[in-house]
């Protein structure tokens, strides 16, 4: 995994990830697009609720002492494209995107995040805590990419 943070300031971030996962696009994607499962596989996201069709609302806590609620709608969904992307709201707010390439007998993931931090708290420490945002980000990336690696191989 590779991972970086663009800092934007006024609590805006956007977030670059690179997961190789050992799998196909179909069960990449199949397992991207099914946010119920989540949990199963990435242990910082902790629950999982269907608001409709199209939207399920997120709680996400990983090391430091807060969660984040995070709504996330569908906006596009092409299997096809290998293409993803939904629209967030709630403590962080913005879009969060993802491209999936076959690459060997794998798939290439490339994550995109571009959020600005709503919750008051994060706000608030922003300016200080920004380095240890970005570090909490990678480290929950890499344990989403190891969860999601061993979901796809069982």
Not at 14 to 33: E, G, N, Q, Y
Not at 79 to 85: A, I, T, Y
């Amino acid at each position: 995994m590779t991972g970086a943070l663009t800092g934007r300031g006024g609590g805006r971030y956007r977030f670059h990830d690179t997961w190789v996962l050992p799998a196909s696009p179909k069960a990449v994607f199949d397992a991207v697009v099914d946010l119920a499962a989540y949990p199963l596989w990435w242990r910082d996201v902790r629950s999982v609720s269907q608001v409709d069709e199209d939207t399920a609302e997120l709680v996400c806590r990983s090391r430091l002492p807060y969660a984040l609620t995070v709504r996330m709608h569908r906006d596009r969904q092409d299997e096809h494209e290998g293409r993803v992307r939904v629209l967030l709201s709630g403590d962080l707010e913005g879009m969060l995107a993802g491209a999936l390439t076959a690459v060997g007998g794998g798939t290439l993931l490339e994550i995109t995040q571009e959020v600005e931090a709503r919750k008051p708290l994060l706000r608030k420490l922003d300016r200080i805590a920004r380095p240890v945002f970005r570090i909490n980000h990678a480290l929950m990336m890499r344990r989403g990419q190891h969860g999601l690696r061993g979901y796809l191989g069982r």
